[in-house]
């Protein structure tokens, strides 16, 4: 029986009637409000049943400001006015209307804001508050109430819908709202007159107050509490009793608080590695103080309801800048609609514009159409009109002959022979049906390259910008800068504070006018210079050592110094002294530098700066890149960073169109682009350095262009695979020379030429490089398998020599003399599975075209050659 429960000894001795006078004088502290016992609540609910007692109404404030004993303050001025009631009575909100902690626009400092009216009815039963509990939204109602709402092992808060996990003692074992039971104490001492609620009689009048059942008694009640079992142990204090105790001089105690788990034992230590108020029993079984650190709660309390006060301050702090976000929100709100609401216009005017030019263009070919079928019929007419005139010419000459063979002798028709036959031959050589030729009319479009114009220039939603946040992933990406320390170089990277171009102009801010008219060819959105850019900082290599005796890749990069270039040239001559394959040691036997890539950009799509097969590259005298997008057919041009220039070329066969362009190759003197075509077109063509349409030419000769370079003088030499043919064309597209080399070659895929006449072939078959002349001798072969395995491409640098990338397994960058004599071997941190063609910058960079639809520029660091060799780069 709930009644019969009988509280611990150490609780009920130490109750109460100091504790009364604790909340009533102004002189206790926060903490002693923090952890005041109000669970007592909890017996007389048991006693008497939840509902079977008279509730007092309690307002607060109508108590006349009574002079505490001891202290400066009055009892108006801790439980008068609702404005003036302590900042601890503020903090919990109940249930009840005008119990939130604050107004949200309330934008005071701590201690200084007015305080909004503590309820201390249940929101539930819209009564005072029988033995309150808080859940853990910090909603407050009766245990009564609570019961009701329980839904298995939980409770949701009737008021946020907030699920509650249910303790093990169920309702009871929620805390309690200690804040409420102290002002519905406080307030019920300074009231005129008490009624009892501690039993059924609603017009008892209240004597005493039990502190353990927290209930005011009538006489009966008293008389109960002093005989029966079940009130044992009860602190009973009559009303005179607690206004003398209130009027006395007495110190404020702390009321004892039941533990939540054991009820009959008090809280008294806390548990610093649990960070938990514990009680007696709890030491004892979970919290043994050989494991968990303990102190008196009389120590810790004060710091932690410090700390709690400091959390407060921090919270309303925070809820000021919050309240500033809100705003901000709004604003972005606001002018997130306000740029919707421009951009469906200016998506309208984009397609009515697109249609205007739709229709535009479609009224000239119905013009240009009608012209032609009108010429075509006016041709028919006339070719008609010769027909009969033939006709009837014949007919006449026949008649003619008639006559005068009938009515002249032989000898006079023969006078009109030669006439007659030369008539005769004009009408038999008349071929009307050759003017019939041409006179087939067809209207011819191209859906894909509608579908991919459509989608490259109609336009694109842009976000960001507006605010600093995380960005999204644009189509041009570079990774952080990076720099090897000398200390760490080879394993640690550095940020090294890059500050990427401003963003481009919005284009909800631009004129739709001049986004119409822009031509393809402009520099887009990147026009900063590159001096508002922070360079790259360089990479260090760290030990240059080439030959490794092992496969330990991982070697430090302090190793000793690189041998001189004579070992160098001596050690690769040994490896020349013979042919074919085997000439080179295996890969594991040779120990490559490192290389990082220092920017990468691109990622599939239609879009500027996106791929569906970036082919081909090559860089010009700017070092601009120029990539060849085949499957979306056309070139696009990158700065030196990636940002993007212009795009030109759409799907189709007339001028300017390109048909899965491959590779491409630079002028350098002019700055025109050489650009391949695979089947069906295999042809060239010439492009300015605008993008411009120059010439095209090859279709009848070339069958399969796969390598394609421009020497110093401006000739375009193409290799060819399958048939392995190499031909030479001038500028204008006449064929210089052409010899075959399938003696030699297996598979060709890249070419570049020096000044001397000399053809550097890659072999992606044979690992190796073939060395021609301009009459098709071959010279000699340049590395080979297990040293340049599948090679992707070959180039020149400024200095002459040769470079041949291959990515078998990784990224592998060679370098050679022309002679063929190894300088140095680079491989790429980053592993590539396949990759297109590569290309060189002017400041020793290597452009790689990889078929993850990016493109990686890498730095690479050469080793100091024992001499230039003759001849200087060519084509690349």
């Not at 001189?564 to 013979?578: F, Q, T, V």
């Not at 470079?803 to 960058?813: I, P, S, T, W």
Request: hydrophobic share 35%; proline share 7%.
């Amino acid at each position: 029986m709930w009644g019969c429960l009988r509280p611990a000894a150490d609780i009920s001795a130490h109750f109460v009637s100091a504790a009364a006078v604790g909340a009533l004088s102004g002189r206790h502290s926060t903490w002693s409000r923090f952890w005041r016992e109000t669970d007592p609540l909890s017996v007389s609910a048991r006693c008497f049943g939840p509902r079977s007692f008279k509730k007092v109404q309690l307002s607060l404030g109508s108590s006349p400001p009574t002079t505490l004993s001891g202290s400066g303050t009055t009892a108006g001025s801790q439980l008068g006015s609702p404005t003036s009631l302590p900042e601890a009575f503020t903090a919990p909100s109940s249930g009840g209307e005008g119990s939130s902690g604050g107004s949200p626009s309330d934008g005071g400092s701590a201690g200084s804001a007015a305080l909004p009216q503590l309820s201390t009815k249940c929101s539930l039963c819209h009564d005072t508050f029988t033995i309150p509990k808080v859940l853990n939204c910090l909603h407050t109602f009766c245990q009564p109430c609570l019961e009701k709402e329980c839904t298995g092992d939980k409770i949701r808060c009737p008021q946020c819908s907030q699920d509650t996990p249910l303790p093990p003692g169920g309702t009871a074992g929620l805390p309690s709202d200690y804040a409420v039971s102290n002002i519905l104490e406080t307030a019920a001492l300074e009231g005129a007159s008490l009624g009892c609620t501690g039993c059924k009689g609603k017009e008892s009048s209240a004597v005493a107050r039990c502190f353990d059942c927290a209930n005011f008694l009538c006489p009966n009640c008293v008389m109960a509490h002093q005989f029966m079992h079940c009130f044992e142990g009860h602190r009973v204090l009559t009303l005179g009793e607690l206004q003398s105790t209130r009027d006395g001089l007495r110190a404020p105690q702390d009321k004892p608080v039941a533990c939540l788990r054991h009820r009959s034992e008090a809280l008294r230590y806390f548990c610093r590695s649990c960070d938990l108020p514990v009680c007696k029993e709890c030491a004892l079984l979970d919290h043994p103080k050989a494991m968990h650190e303990l102190e008196p709660l009389s120590e810790a309390a004060p710091r932690h309801v410090e700390g709690l006060s400091h959390m407060v301050e921090d919270g309303r702090v925070r809820s000021h800048d919050l309240r500033a976000a809100l705003k901000t929100l709004e604003q972005v709100s606001s002018r997130l609609q306000a740029q919707y609401q421009r951009a469906q216009g200016e998506v309208a005017d984009t397609f009515h514009f697109y249609r205007s030019m739709l229709e535009e263009r479609r009224q000239e070919t119905l013009r240009e159409l009608e012209n032609v079928y009108n010429a075509k019929m006016v041709s028919l007419g006339l070719l008609g009109q010769k027909v009969q005139d033939t006709i009837e010419r014949i007919h006449q000459v026949c008649a003619f002959v008639e006559r005068l063979t009938r009515f002249s002798t032989s000898t006079e028709a023969l006078v009109f022979k030669p006439l007659l036959e030369n008539k005769f031959q004009g009408f038999l050589s008349f071929r009307p049906e050759s003017g019939l030729h041409g006179m087939d009319l067809e209207f011819v479009s191209n859906y894909q390259a509608i579908q991919v114009g459509v989608r490259n220039t109609f336009g694109y939603i842009k976000q960001g910008g507006a605010s600093e946040g995380a960005p999204r992933q644009p189509p041009i990406a570079r990774p952080n800068g990076v720099v090897l320390g000398p200390a760490d170089r080879g394993s640690t990277l550095h940020q090294n504070g890059h500050h990427p171009p401003p963003p481009p102009t919005s284009p909800f801010e631009s004129n739709l006018l001049s986004k119409r008219f822009s031509s393809a060819n402009s520099l887009g959105p990147f026009s900063t210079s590159l001096a508002d850019v922070s360079p790259y900082e360089k990479w260090s290599s760290g030990g240059a050592d080439i030959f490794h005796n092992g496969s330990d890749f991982g070697a430090p990069q302090d190793s000793p110094a690189p041998p001189p270039p004579s070992a160098l040239a001596e050690l690769s001559s040994k490896y020349l002294a013979g042919t074919g394959v085997g000439l080179y040691p295996l890969k594991s036997q040779i120990k490559r530098q490192k290389m990082i890539y220092h920017c990468k950009f691109g990622e599939f799509g239609v879009m500027e700066g996106q791929f569906t097969e970036p082919s081909g590259v090559a860089v010009n005298a700017q070092n601009d890149i120029v990539v060849a997008d085949t499957n979306n057919h056309r070139i696009q041009i990158f700065d030196r960073e990636g940002r993007f220039k212009f795009q030109f070329g759409e799907c189709g066969k007339r001028d300017g169109q390109l048909l899965y362009p491959n590779r491409v190759a630079v002028v350098r003197q002019s700055g025109d682009i050489v650009v391949t075509e695979r089947s069906p077109t295999h042809q060239i063509q010439i492009y300015n350095q605008y993008g411009q349409f120059v010439r095209k030419f090859g279709a009848v000769i070339l069958q399969h262009p796969r390598g394609v370079a421009v020497d110093p003088k401006g000739r375009v030499v193409v290799v060819e695979c399958k048939v392995m043919r190499v031909i030479i064309f001038d500028q204008s597209g006449n064929v210089l020379q052409k010899f075959g080399c399938s003696k030699h070659l297996e598979f060709p895929n890249g070419v570049v030429v020096n000044d001397r006449q000399e053809i550097f072939i890659s072999d992606n078959r044979a690992h190796c490089v073939k060395v021609f002349n301009y009459d098709g001798v071959f010279l000699r072969q340049i590395g080979g398998e297990g040293l340049t395995n599948y090679p992707i491409g070959v180039c020149m640098n400024q200095g002459g020599e040769i470079l041949v990338a291959d990515n078998h397994n990784n990224f592998n960058v060679t370098v050679f003399t022309q002679d063929g004599q190894l300088v140095n071997a680079l491989e790429s941190k980053v592993k590539h599975a396949q990759c297109f063609d590569v290309a060189l910058m002017d400041d020793g960079s290597v452009v790689l075209a990889s078929k993850d639809y990016r493109l990686y520029v890498y730095r690479y660091v050469q080793l100091p050659a024992s001499s230039a060799p003759p001849g200087g780069p060519g084509g690349l």
